[in-house]
């Protein structure tokens, strides 16, 4: 068992005790007051004054003490009266108490006045068993009080050596352990009493708390709950009961539901449970004089009596409704594309694959359109995403009013559009021509212009469609190949429509084995750096641009145009574009900087998003022990498209390391002179398809004039790329500007003629 202390029940009922010591103090303390004055009446004529006035000042000095604290312990707050100091407290002030009485009995104890000593001796009785009457709450205060008062007497007696006295403390003694053994009981009985009133107090409160717990979780829980007796009268039901119902607590009550429900459903289940013992009701439920119809579930149990008879039933009921919004709309979300509410990949595939079985068992055929918007990133770079967006909500418009009853149209992902034909004819034979017509139609209407905030763009898309079913194709196969025939559409100039054949497929077959070949190159060396040269007007080397070349051991050199833009299709560019940095870096290192004073790289949109980017420049600069300014990092305006913020702060990032960074194809773009002005750049290359025409086509040349008067107000160093020709460079070096990069002074070479041309170029110099 654990120890008394413990308990909270043991607790509780010493604190009862306690207090009841307390709450009958002043009974038990006037009495002893009177009796103290009966005896020192009765002792003045045998003793002197004086012993007895001090003996009843100190009774009533110890009296009034106890009276005190009695009254300081009743205002005390609750908690502060169960600590244990109240009861030695008390116990003090009985003991002390119990002593001046046996004083008395030593004080006033007299053989020769025969009238005294009775008196005496009945007073001293009389207030030892008042003292065990009064104090027996507590079992041991009860003799703490009593043998200090009796024992003084006891004593004098048997001094006396008697036989009268013998008897009379034969008789004392007796009396004395009938009032211990008496005060034993009573404080037994007291302690019973108590922790039975206890017992039944904390019984009652948690019959109470139970109750009202019972009432509140039967008002407040989420689901609705109904009591009906054994005949399916409803006896009662909580408020949300009422609510999923739609009626009022005055129609229900009293309702039967055997009899009088709606819905014979419901009364199959009310009587399935006073039968079974359980029933079940879901579906569309609509109250008795209400108007609303709510989709709901009830689950009925008996209700049993002691011996097993059934005296009724409880249903709970739950509130569909919520549920099935929330049903439409997770299949919404798995099902439909948020922004331009057309299905999904994942419900077209469902419903392509349910086609292709019924067009393999009818034998008709259907047919796939492939879309993708062509220069869709141009638009989404230039204008912002919210006219893309909205751009791909008109498409998505346009596709539905174009739709024939029974045909889908799905968004893929970004720009890209399927749609979904399930049967062309009820015979086997189709009119090619005219499903060539049906997608040249809907090109044409896809390619209309668009308003886009005020704005009237054209957007064109290229459509690559196919038949289906072919042999055994699946869904895969089906989506592939329409895939492939749009690619082959923008292959021959966009805004085409382009039909599947088998041999576009080793098209894609070559691109991917190009990727493969790609991946072992940088493995096995054939990759290799050239540089091209940037110059003054003098022909002066002021630095260089380094420029990746790639020499297939069977096809020789492939242009940088066909492996880069494979490589930007994976992250394959990253890995190029860093052993590209780390070579360039290797460069610079083995170079002193009046040889070669800066070497530009390239970093492509895929490399410069990457996390590591400012991490990886850092270590290729300090694995060579390069200058950080000695290094430009070309990047591309399409960087800051998708995030500006971020890409301002990735090139702040690098400009702290030291790097310069240059702008390179500056004019491309839609967005260039508003970028400028909050990049951290050094460097603007003005891109060669401006270049290339200053001398034939007044447009280039007046845009070239205009950003070598903009560079020159914002303090950026600028270079021309692509001078081919002495009027190129006479033209830009008339309008301001002095660095050159181009054919006419340099093409890009291997490593060593390069570092060939910069000791000769050295040389000159000297």
Known sequence: MPPLSASPLRRQLSHEQVRLLYERLWQPVLTSVLAALLLVAAMWSVMPAGPLIGWLAALLAVSGLRLWLARYYQALPCRQRRRRRWLCRFALGAG???????????MMFTMEHHGQLVALTIVLAGVSAGGVMTLAAVPWVAPLFVLPVLLPLLGQFLVQGTPMAWLLSALVLLFLGLLLVTGQRLSRIIGDNIALRLAVTTRERQLRDSETRYRTIYQHTPLGVMHFDRHGEVQDCNDKCLEILGTRRRR??????LRHAPDERVAAAVRDALDKGVGYFEGDYRAVNSTKQTPLRAFYNA????????????????????????EAIIHRQAYYDALTELPNRRLLIETLEATLAQRHEDGCQGLVMFLDLDRFKMINDSLGHAVGDE?????????QASLGEGNLAARLSGDEFVVLVPALAESDEIDLAAVERRVAELLAELRRPYDLEGQRISVTPSIGYTLFPFADETVGDVLRHADTAMYQAKARGRARICCYEPAM?????????????????????????YFQPQVNGCGEILAAEALMRWRHPEQGFISPEVFIAIAEESDLIVELETWMLDGCCALLGRLPAAALPKLSVNISVRHFVQSDIVATVAAALEAHGVEPGRLTVELTESILIDSLEEAVERMQALKRLGVRLALDDFGTGFSSLMYLKRLPLDELKIDRSFVGELDSDPNDAAIVETVLVMVQHLGLAV???????????AFLEARGCRHFQGFLFHRPMAEADFRRLLAADDACLQ
């Open 303 to 326: 209700l049993r009596s002691e011996n097993g008879e059934v005296v009724g039933g409880v249903a709970i009921i739950e509130d569909f409704s919520e549920r099935k919004r929330a």
């Open 391 to 399: 751009l791909l909500r008109q498409v998505s418009q346009r596709l």
């Open 505 to 529: 497929q080793e098209q894609v077959a070559w691109r991917l084995e190009m990727e493969q070949s790609l991946r072992r190159a940088l493995a096995a060396g054939e990759l290799t750096m």
């Open 96 to 106: 002390l108490a119990g002593g001046i009485w046996g004083l008395a009995g030593v």
């Open 252 to 257: 229900l009550v009293g309702f039967n539901l």
């Open 719 to 729: 270079v021309a790329e692509g001078v081919e020709n002495t009027a190129q460079l």
